[in-house]
């Protein structure tokens, strides 16, 4: 699905919308960019990204995801943003990033640009007035992303806990892994990223956090009142990374 | 009864059903994505499953969007019938989406026919490609006139399955019902939007059947709720092939 036919004065607008990554959101002290990103995830699957490399990023594709089916990582200069959703951070390089087609989300008007392409939807009403919402926005995401050949969303952390993650500065990043097939329109892939390289193991959160206000906010079951990492982390952490490190946040 | 989705249906259900929560639907998720990349035996089988009508009850309702949508990308859809069976089992739009795009996905020219130019086949869009909307996106008579007056036309795309669903609501005794089912048929075809989707449309608001006036109106219905600027609503009618003047 690609999704339907809008206003040609919209699509115009969502064609000049879709344009180049913006590496200042690598940025992680004035003028120095590291092109690595960082993704949390549970201790179960942790171990599997010890070794570098070992294990790809996984694709995440259920119901319930901001942008759709897509890796989603945070830029390393936003170190323990996404640190809410698992005890485990395993960075990964991205050396492709300077060819991504990028929607940026952070901008109202961009974001409000999907809005107005939604309501011009032949089943728009569908999401709005049925119980389908969940799993039918991942599919107008995905459409959305498809039709305008968007390898990439950056959007604002729509969950958080205030000691980790700031709603208002920090990036998130969904990342399309497209899959090929003769003759056909390419499709969203599943399974596990090929965007992100040489991943390793190189963080460990002593906090544990769950959902709560339908996951809206991730509360810290342990919050035993350590002081936030002092220094520039997203230096420590690539320093562990290249040195085959881990970096021990304690809660 | 499909042994292997018997197996799978309580697997599936925790990694589909929102109730669940992402974090268990993920977790269920990396374990199966795990097996299909490293058991590609396994992986083969899953998107070959061969689907019986009365399969529909083998997965939760949940389950069945993922997985045709999964088979896209893997794999031939299930067949004619068992696609009807489930668009029948459930009034659910997030599942009778899932099932028009798997008949219409099937139905997309992979390749041109047999002694035609290769220009013949749709160009699909690349990832990154600043075109990617033009390519998609290009309009079908655009897609016609390319084909040149001295060439062949282009094969016919009209989907079996549409074809057969659509024929069958040409049947209904219920002219009510027979309308609400061309309207809800229509708009899952314009909201799939790809060229083939939009091929299949234009082909039946074309042909002579008894559900024709029926579908012409749900049609221009559905363009009119969709505030669309005039330009794009008349460029879209045109492609559709829609009788000019608001007629039927």
């Known amino acids: 699905m690609i999704g339907g036919r809008v206003s040609s004065s919209l699509e115009a607008e969502i064609v ?62 936003c170190p323990l943003s996404s640190g809410i959703f698992g005890r485990v951070g395993v960075v990964a390089r991205i050396p492709d990033h300077g060819s991504w087609k990028t929607f940026d989300a952070r901008d109202a008007r961009k974001a409000g640009l999907y809005v107005a392409w939604l309501q011009q939807q032949a089943r728009y009403r569908d999401i709005m007035l049925t119980a389908h919402s969940g799993y039918l926005s991942q599919l107008y995401r995905d459409a959305f992303r498809t039709r305008y050949g968007i390898d990439c ?45 040489d991943t390793q193991l190189t963080v460990v959160l002593e906090e544990e956090f769950e959902d709560s206000m339908g996951g809206i906010h991730r509360t810290a079951l342990l919050n035993l009142g350590a002081k ?11 320093y562990a990374y290249n040195s085959g490190g881990i970096v021990r946040i304690p809660s | 009864m499909n042994g292997l989705l018997a197996v799978a249906a309580a697997f599936l259900e925790r990694m589909t059903n929102p ?52 088979r896209e990308g893997h794999g031939t859809p299930p067949s004619a019938d068992f696609l009807d069976a489930l668009f ?26 047999a002694g035609r130019s290769p220009e013949d086949a749709p160009s699909p869009p690349e990832a ?35 074809a057969s669903r659509t024929t069958r609501l040409a049947g209904l005794s219920d002219p009510g019902r027979s309308r609400a089912d061309a309207s809800e ?16 449309l234009r082909e039946l608001i074309g042909r002579p059947w008894a559900g024709r006036e029926s579908l012409i109106l749900a049609v221009r219905q559905h363009i009119r709720e969709a505030n669309l600027d005039p330009e794009a609503a008349a460029a879209l009618g045109r492609e559709l092939g829609l009788p000019p003047g608001g007629q039927a």
Not at chain 2, 91 to 108: E, I, K, T
């Open chain 2, 128 to 162: 990154g490609d600043p075109d990617v909307p033009t390519r998609a996106l290009r309009p079908l008579q655009e897609r016609r006139t390319a084909a040149g007056p001295d060439r062949e036309p282009l094969r016919p795309l009209q989907s079996p399955w549409v």
């Open chain 1, 153 to 197: 969303v950056l959007f604002r952390p729509d969950q958080s806990n205030r000691h980790y993650t700031s709603v208002r500065e920090d990036v998130w990043m969904a990342v399309t892994d497209w899959k090929r097939l003769p003759g056909k329109i390419p499709v969203i892939a599943t399974g596990f990223s090929e965007r992100f390289l």
């Open chain 1, 228 to 238: 936030p990492p002092t220094g520039n982390l997203a230096d420590d952490i690539f």
């Open chain 1, 16 to 77: 000049d919308a879709v344009g180049d990554f913006p590496d200042d959101v690598l940025e992680v002290t004035a003028g120095r960019k590291l092109a690595y990103v960082i993704k949390y995830m549970p201790a179960k699957f942790g171990a599997r990204y010890h070794a570098r490399g070992a294990q790809g990023l996984k694709i995440s594709d259920t119901p319930g995801f901001t942008w759709g089916r897509a890796t989603y990582v945070a830029p390393l200069a």
């Open chain 2, 88 to 113: 029948d089992y459930t009034d659910d739009p997030a599942v009778r989406l899932s099932v028009v795009d798997s008949a219409v996905f099937q139905d997309y020219p992979g390749a041109p026919p």
């Open chain 2, 19 to 70: 109730q669940y929560g992402p974090d268990v639907n993920e977790e269920y998720s990396f374990r199966l994505h795990e097996a299909l990349a490293e058991d590609s035996e396994f992986a083969r089988s899953f998107a070959t499953l061969d689907l019986a009508p009365d399969d529909v009850e083998s997965l939760p309702a949940c389950a069945w969007p993922w997985y045709l949508q999964w």
């Open chain 2, 185 to 200: 048929m229509a708009s899952y075809l314009l909201q799939l939007g790809d060229p083939v989707s939009l091929e299949n």
